[in-house]
C-alpha cells in the first residue's frame, strides 16, 4: 500500500546532519514494520546522538523495554501484531519518555486517541525529512534540558533544597525520592503527616516535578471549609442555583484542570460530598450545582491528612472505596523532630528571607542553634517560622537563645493542670474530644493557646469544635473569626 511507504524518495539524501547530544546518553526505540520507514528514522536520531534500538513487532518492542530505559520511542500504529497504541499504556510508568506515534492518512483518529494517551507527537507517512528533523531537534533540546535540571536538581537536593522543601536529612531525603518516582506519572498521591510538617509543601513539589507543572496548582482545606460551602466551592454553582448564588462560580476541580488539585485534610470532608467527589475521580467530569450538563474537568489530585486514615475509614469518617482511590502513592512525611539537623537548616532558610525583605543581615549565635536543635517541635516548621520570625523581632543583630524561647529546650515543662482519665475502650473520637474540652477549660476559652499546647492549626482546632455536639459552645464560638485566620500553610513548611 503506497500510503504504508515511509519515505519519500526525494528525501533520503536530505537528513540534515548535526544534533545536540553527547553520543550515547540518550536512548531511543524506533518501532515500524516498513524497513524503509524504520531504518531512515532511526538514522535521523542516530545522526543527532541517540542510542537506537529497532523493533519490527509490537513483541520485540517490549522486549526492549522490558530491559531497556528509553528516553524517546517512534512508534507505527499498524503492526503485523498489534496497534503501537498498545505500548503507550506500558509507557504510563515511564512519564519522562517521548513517544512519536507514526501513521498513514487513513488512521488520524488514531492519531487523536494516541495523543490522548500521551504520545507528544506524530508523523504522516509518507515521511518528510523537515519534519522528521524538527521533531528530533525539539526532543534533543527537551532531553538536554531535562538533563541540566535533574543534575542541578540533585546539587540542590544535596545542599537541603528540593522545589519548595528544605532539608538535608537521610529522611528527607526519602521522602525527594518518592517525589521523583510518583511525579512525572499521573497516579493519586496520598500524604500523611502531623500537622505543621509541610504537607502541601511535598503536593506541591509533585506538581512542580511533573508534566503538569505549566498547569494550576490548586490547594483546598478541607477542614477550613464550612460544610454548606463545599459543594459549592469543589464543583461549583450556577447562577441562581441557590440562595446568594447571584453569579456562576467555577469550583476547585475546574479551575484545577490541566494541573493539580491538593485536598488536605480529607478525611475532614462530610460524608455525603465523599460519594460525588469519587463519582468525579470515576468520570472526570463534575457538574456544578443547579447545572444539567458534564463539564470535562481533567485534574491530578494530591489528598493528605494528619490523621490516621485507616482510623477514619473504621469511624465512617472517610469512604473505605474513596481511600483505595486516593491512596494509590502513599509518601508518610516525617515530624521536624525526627529529621536530624535540618530544624537549624530551615530555620536559616527562613532567617535568610527575613533578611532579604529587611534588607538586613542578622545571624544566630551558635548557642542558638544548639538550642534549636535540642528542641523537639510539637508544632514542626510551623512552629519553627512562627519562633524565628518573633525572634527576628526580638533581636538587634544576632539571634540568640533567649529570642528563640522563654524557656530552655530541655527544661521540664510544668504541668498543664488537672489530667484527664480515660476508660479503657473510649474510641479515639472520644478521647480527643475529651481532650480539647478539658484544655479549653484550663485555659479559660483560650483558643489559640489550646490549639498550640494540643499541636494542631487554628482552624483544626474549629473544625472539631464544630464537630463536637456535646461540648455546649454556642454557634459564635465554633465559626472562626476573620482576624484569627492562619496564614497559607504553603509558606510555612
Known amino acids: 500500500m503506497q500510503e504504508k511507504k515511509g519515505v519519500r524518495e526525494e528525501e533520503k539524501a536530505k537528513i540534515l546532519p548535526g544534533g545536540t547530544l553527547t553520543p550515547g546518553v540518550f536512548h531511543a526505540l524506533v518501532l515500524d514494520d516498513d524497513e524503509i ?12 546522538g541517540f542510542d537506537v534500538s529497532t523493533a519490527t513487532t509490537v513483541r520485540q518492542a517490549r522486549d526492549i523495554l522490558s530491559s531497556t530505559s528509553v528516553d524517546a520511542i517512534f512508534l507505527d500504529i499498524l503492526l503485523p501484531d498489534g496497534t503501537g497504541l498498545d505500548l503507550l499504556k506500558k509507557l504510563e510508568s515511564r512519564a519522562s519518555t517521548q513517544a512519536i506515534v507514526i501513521t498513514a492518512h487513513a488512521s488520524l483518529d488514531s492519531v487523536r486517541e494516541a495523543m490522548q494517551q ?4 506524530y508523523l504522516q507517512k509518507p515521511i518528510e525529512i523537515e519534519r522528521l528533523n524538527t521533531i528530533v531537534k525539539n526532543i534533543a533540546r527537551a532531553l538536554d534540558k531535562e538533563n541540566e535540571i535533574g543534575k542541578l536538581r540533585n546539587e540542590l537536593r544535596e545542599l537541603g533544597q528540593f522545589g519548595p522543601l528544605v532539608g538535608a536529612s537521610a529522611e528527607m531525603k526519602k521522602v525527594y525520592d518518592l517525589v521523583l518516582q510518583v511525579a512525572p506519572t499521573g497516579a493519586a498521591v496520598f500524604i500523611r503527616g502531623e500537622s505543621g510538617t509541610g504537607k502541601e509543601l511535598v503536593a506541591e513539589a509533585v506538581h512542580m516535578f511533573s508534566r503538569r507543572s505549566r498547569g494550576p496548582f490548586v490547594p483546598i482545606n478541607c477542614g477550613a471549609i464550612p460544610p454548606t460551602l463545599m459543594e459549592s466551592e469543589l464543583f461549583g454553582h450556577e447562577k441562581g442555583s441557590f440562595t446568594g448564588a447571584d453569579r456562576q462560580h467555577r469550583g476547585h476541580f475546574e479551575r484545577a484542570s490541566g494541573g493539580t488539585l491538593f485536598l488536605d485534610e480529607i478525611t475532614e470532608m462530610p460524608i455525603e460530598l465523599q460519594v460525588k467527589l469519587l463519582r468525579v475521580l470515576e468520570t472526570g467530569t463534575v457538574s456544578r450545582l443547579g447545572g444539567d450538563r458534564p463539564i470535562q474537568a481533567e ?5 493528605a491528612t494528619n490523621r490516621q486514615p485507616e482510623q477514619a475509614v473504621a469511624e465512617g469518617k472517610l469512604r473505605e472505596d474513596l481511600f483505595y482511590r486516593l491512596n494509590v502513592f502513599p509518601i508518610q512525611l516525617p515530624p521536624l523532630r525526627e529529621r536530624e539537623d535540618d530544624a537549624s537548616l530551615i530555620a536559616g532558610y527562613f532567617l535568610g528571607k527575613l533578611n532579604t525583605e529587611a534588607g538586613m543581615a542578622k545571624r544566630f549565635s551558635t548557642s542558638a542553634l544548639e538550642s534549636l536543635r535540642a528542641y523537639s517541635w510539637p508544632g514542626n516548621v510551623r512552629e519553627l517560622k512562627n519562633i524565628v520570625q518573633r525572634a527576628y523581632i526580638k533581636a538587634p543583630e544576632v539571634l540568640q537563645p533567649s529570642h528563640l524561647f522563654e524557656k530552655p529546650p530541655g527544661a521540664a515543662p510544668p504541668p498543664l493542670g488537672p489530667t484527664v482519665s480515660l476508660r479503657i475502650g473510649t474510641t479515639l473520637a472520644d478521647a480527643e474530644k475529651e481532650l480539647i474540652r478539658a484544655t479549653l477549660s484550663h485555659l479559660d ?3 489559640k493557646r489550646a490549639a498550640e499546647v494540643l499541636g494542631i492549626s487554628l ?12 461540648a ?5 464560638d465554633v465559626e472562626i473569626p476573620e482576624d484569627e485566620a492562619e496564614p497559607n500553610e504553603a509558606q510555612e513548611g
Open 37 to 48: 520507514s524504520l531504518q531512515f528514522i532511526a538514522g535521523v536520531l542516530a545522526e543527532a
Open 118 to 121: 500521551g504520545a507528544s507527537d
Open 299 to 303: 485534574a491530578r489530585i494530591i489528598a
Open 445 to 447: 476559652g483560650d483558643k
Open 459 to 470: 482552624r483544626t482546632l474549629y473544625y472539631r469544635l464544630r464537630e463536637d455536639k456535646d
Open 472 to 476: 455546649g459552645l454556642d454557634e459564635g
